[in-house]
């Protein structure tokens, strides 16, 4: 009898080992690939590396993905904005004019202008409407700032009123959701918004200081785009200390001065191919401008 008591309890112990190993380590072992990466460089400006990636060699899908890296001693973040008509990112970039840049946050596709947030030069633009019974969503959770020193700062969102009273926080656009804080991922939920795959973009801030704005392609058989969670595990991977979403899907652009396809380096979506005219028109982009011309 107390044989038979042994071996169920090491058969138990067992199937908790198996059931260990299959829901912690396996999706880890899957999940954790993004330094198989392979990178094409190449500095476009002082202070400004492009990076760019095309294979099937992450997540065992075709991804395309670029990042901008800026460094903050030559590099300054500016947020580009229309308040009621909507604008290519390409668009933006050019009319600042800026040096590269990604699209911004979310907007009203309809009436144009951004629906969070946002603040451009310390004057309030628009403002976050919440659910008043859901409260903030995992969307609104997350801020991409400029101080008035040129600092970007990526946070957990204040309310609106406490960025109103904050001359330092010269710049602020709500988005999200938050990925990393503190060099930790953040908890998400797993709806669809999260968990299915999509065009993507974001923009972090390093260990070291520097800003990356990164964009995922997606919606095509070259490029599988990512869910949150994969952004989140590549932008740790690249060293990010804190991350935040932007807006996505078609909306995802990035944008360099100089480049063919009117500076359009991505692959955006919103035609339904991947080539570089599927641009979509946003209300917001985030630019990247020289300290000298700024």
């Given at each position: 009898m107390n044989l038979i008591k042994f071996i169920n309890r090491i058969a138990w112990i067992f199937a908790k080992l198996l059931f260990f190993f299959l829901v912690a380590i396996v999706p880890f072992v899957s999940f954790a690939q993004p330094d198989s990466i392979s990178w094409v460089n190449k500095e476009i400006h002082p202070g400004i590396i492009h990076k760019s990636h095309h294979s099937d060699s992450v997540w065992s899908t075709w991804q395309h993905i670029h990042v901008l890296i800026a460094d903050p001693a030559l590099i300054q973040a500016v947020i580009a904005y229309s308040e009621d008509t909507l604008f290519k990112t390409s668009h933006f970039g050019f009319s600042y004019p800026a040096i590269a840049g990604v699209n911004g946050g979310f907007f009203n596709v309809r009436e144009g202008g951004s629906v969070m947030y946002l603040k451009v030069n310390n004057i309030?633009?628009?403002?976050?409407?919440?659910?008043?019974?859901?409260?903030?969503?995992?969307?609104?959770?997350?801020?991409?700032?400029?101080?008035?020193?040129?600092?970007?700062?990526?946070?957990?969102?204040?309310?609106?009123?406490?960025?109103?009273?904050?001359?330092?926080?010269?710049?602020?656009?709500?988005?999200?959701?938050?990925?990393?804080?503190?060099g930790k991922t953040v908890s998400l939920s797993n709806r669809a918004f999260n968990s299915d795959k999509h065009p993507r973009t974001a923009a972090c801030i390093t260990r070291e200081q520097k800003l990356l704005l990164i964009t995922v392609d997606g919606r095509n058989e070259k490029a599988a785009g990512m869910s949150l969670f994969q952004l989140a595990e590549l932008l740790k991977y690249a060293g990010c200390l804190n991350a935040v979403n932007l807006d996505g899907g078609g909306s995802t652009t990035m944008w360099i001065s100089d480049e063919p396809f009117n500076g359009v380096v991505n692959m955006p979506s919103d035609n339904g191919l991947f080539d570089h005219n599927g641009e979509r028109a946003c209300a917001n982009a985030i630019l990247l401008i020289a300290k000298s011309e700024n």
């Open positions: 309030r633009i628009s403002t976050t409407i919440i659910d008043p019974e859901k409260g903030r969503r995992e969307h609104q959770k997350g801020a991409f700032i400029v101080t008035d020193e040129g600092h970007v700062v990526i946070e957990t969102v204040k309310p609106d009123s406490v960025y109103d009273r904050m001359p330092v926080y010269e710049n602020v656009l709500v988005t999200g959701p938050l990925l990393l804080y503190n």
